[in-house]
């Protein structure tokens, strides 16, 4: 298992499933889409719409698109 990032911030979380531990498939809360206060990932960094992430639980790191943010845009 790896460590935590150095850089994981408890005030920096964003509500996305793990997707190794899976650990929100039987919280009624999360199935209902409300924010967990279990089931919340550390958000180490982000690049525009893409978040970079470590689940607390069982320390997976990951990135994932979140479609909203900065994007690129055409050149006009």
């Not at 408890?10 to 199935?31: F, K, S």
């Not at 550390?42 to 689940?55: A, I």
Request: negative net charge.
């Amino acid at each position: 298992m790896l460590p935590l990032d150095p850089t994981a911030d408890i005030g920096r979380r964003a509500w996305i499933p793990c997707p190794r531990c899976e650990d929100h498939q039987d919280c009624g809360t999360c199935l209902d889409g409300r924010t967990c206060t279990d089931h919340w990932r550390y958000l180490l960094s982000n690049k525009g719409s893409v978040l970079h992430l470590q689940c607390p639980n069982c320390t997976h790191l990951w990135t994932w698109q979140s479609g909203f943010g900065a994007t690129d845009r055409p050149t006009p």
